[in-house]
């Protein structure tokens, strides 16, 4: 399994508005996507991280190719402090109920 994280830093008062804009735009249109196991977004202060846990990573690649991240980021367009940070993990347990 793969793990795609995005962290994104939002102007003050914007990260509300952001977290919507990012359901909207890329969390629930990855629901169709082949191989997604799990796409979750986190929030802490002004910062949201997007998780996507995919059975690989080309899964996640073939995903960004859609044209998603452009879209996303200009619906969030001057919500952001600056560019995303996009991190890469291997996943090694997830477990759920």
Known sequence: ????????????????????????????????????????????????????????QHFAQQYMQTGVFSRLMEGLGGLLEGDPVPESWETLYISSS
Do not use: K
């Open 1 to 56: 399994m793969f793990t795609a994280a995005l962290r994104y830093t939002c102007r003050a008062g914007c990260v509300q508005q952001a977290a919507t804009i990012w359901e909207e735009i890329a969390g629930r249109p990855a629901a169709a996507q082949d191989g997604l196991i799990h796409m979750q977004l986190l929030m802490q202060g002004q910062t949201l991280l997007a998780l996507g846990v995919w059975e690989d």
